[in-house]
């Protein structure tokens, strides 16, 4: 590898824009011409080019991590653009590849902000198209041929918000200046952001009716969650992030760490040190009412725990055969797996917490995972007031339970459909409060168009968020 941490990372008392890149080096050094080496066997060559991206591997204020260069293996034109992710910024788009076919400027420019976003876009999708068998996941309004690209606005306006839009076919990030400070803050720049947002575009192509607000406030919740849970996963798909957050925590995932604060910078300009929101939460769901963005919490928790309890049995068996943060990169994938096939395989509309509970349980017994991911799963969906207990809780509320065993059930019963806790619960039956919520569930075309309408597929228009006022208006006029 060569590639090293420390070419990217800025002095310590300078600004993080200032990071130096190894090209703009290159520009000022010019490099002696290289003397050809003689090589009589042909070396073999990648099938397809590909090209490298400037990306912050958190966002600019995890310091520690900073910015790095990241491959994308597939064909990306100037904008940068692709058949399925294009890149709108005035005056700036296209961005043009530099010299050696890479998008590789300094961070802080609108051309790194383009480049930035479209590459973790690209990361986001790419993880999601891995755990569907390779094939490319159709966006919401893909069908019957159409190919039509999302659009990626890095600079899409001013506030703090980002949103995705099946509307306008667009994610995007807006920017503002954070109270009592000077500097701007861009949401594209942080790769939880700008992952929880691809996470809804995915999320509304999978499942298209579950973003509508007429599905009860816990569907409302998945939406929320499935963005949190593609932030973590996407950064412990990547290597150099696993491994870093395995030294720092010392392998324990309930340790303090960039992994579940998300949105660090922007947490941090609204006053919460600890990140806009912490996957490592206790949230029950009788302490959650209808609000969607705290009922989110409460399933992306579930999945949080899920994944430690799952790691540490991992690591306790693979210890003596594999590197703890392969270890971890492995058993993030497998649960990132199985909680997509889980959500592929629940209800079209009204999808509850205990129907993709039930489906991971289901998937996870038919993919022949040891017992003991079942007794986690149910444990964690239990404690949390989601799901029946199924198998007794008490050996895991007195920290007895047997970590290491795979065929541990608890009382030898290897369930795979619980009930839900309480049907009566306001996150089943309210209406949803989206008031906490990200930019993408404040849509009006979310709040106001039917789930069963949305569950449809296909482009949705203006007139048809103001179908029913403009049915009303044609009555009216008739007469
Ligand atoms: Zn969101």
Redo the contacts with the bound molecule.
């Keep these: 590898m060569t590639i090293h941490q420390q070419d990217f990372q800025a002095p310590r008392d300078a600004e993080p824009t200032r990071i130096e890149i190894p090209a703009q080096r290159a520009q000022r050094a010019v490099p002696p011409l290289p003397r050809p080496v003689p090589r009589p066997v042909p070396v073999p060559v990648p099938l397809r080019p590909g090209h490298r991206f400037l990306v912050y591997k958190q966002d600019p204020s995890v310091t520690a991590l900073g910015a790095r260069l990241a491959f994308l293996p597939t064909v990306v034109l100037n904008g940068p653009m692709d058949a399925r992710v294009q890149t709108e910024l005035a005056q700036v788009t296209p961005v043009a590849r530099n010299i050696n076919g890479d998008f590789v400027f300094a961070a802080g420019t609108p051309q790194f902000d383009c480049a930035h976003t479209f590459a973790v876009v690209r990361q986001t999708m790419a993880m999601y198209e891995r755990h569907n068998g390779g094939n490319p996941i159709p966006f919401a309004w893909n069908v019957s041929g159409n190919t039509d690209r999302i659009t990626v606005f890095p600079h899409a306006g001013e506030g703090a918000n980002a949103f995705y839009s099946r509307t306008a076919k667009a994610l995007k990030f807006l920017f503002f200046t954070p109270q009592g400070q000077r500097a701007v803050l861009h949401t594209c720049r942080s790769l939880d952001i700008v992952a929880?947002?691809t996470g809804?575009a995915i999320l509304d192509g999978l499942k298209p009716g579950w973003l509508s607000a007429g599905n009860p406030p816990q569907t409302g919740g998945l939406?929320?969650a499935f963005?949190d849970i593609t932030a973590i996963f996407l950064a412990l798909a990547e290597p150099d992030q696993a491994e870093a957050l395995v030294a720092l925590t010392k392998a324990n995932l309930h340790d303090k760490s960039f992994l579940s604060e998300l949105a660090e910078e922007f947490g941090k300009a609204l006053g919460m040190p600890s990140g806009l929101r912490n996957a490592d939460n206790d949230l029950k769901l009788s302490q959650v009412g209808n609000e969607v963005h705290a009922i989110s919490q409460v399933f992306t928790g579930a999945i949080y725990d899920v994944l430690a309890d799952v790691y540490t049995f991992e690591l306790s068996r693979q210890r003596r055969t594999k590197d703890p943060a392969i270890v971890l990169i492995e058993t993030a994938s497998a649960l990132c797996k199985l909680v997509f096939d889980a959500i592929v395989a629940s209800p079209a509309t009204g999808a509850r917490y205990v129907d993709v509970a039930n489906k991971m349980l289901q998937v996870s017994a038919g993919r022949g995972d040891p017992a003991i991911y079942r007794t986690f799963i149910r444990n964690r969906f239990a404690v949390r007031e989601i799901t029946t207990a199924a198998t007794p809780l008490r050996d895991m509320l007195s920290g007895r339970m047997t970590m290491t065993e795979p065929g541990y059930t608890g009382d030898g019963q290897d369930v795979t459909e619980v009930e839900p806790r309480d049907e009566h619960s306001a996150s089943l039956r309210a209406d949803q409060d989206r008031s906490r919520?990200?930019g993408?569930?404040q849509m009006p075309e979310y709040q106001v168009v039917a789930p069963e309408k949305l569950a449809r597929r296909g482009s949705l228009e203006d007139d048809d968020i103001l179908r029913d006022e403009l049915d009303e208006l044609h009555r009216a006029f008739s007469k």
């Design positions: 929880h947002e809804h939406h929320e963005g919520c990200c993408t569930m």
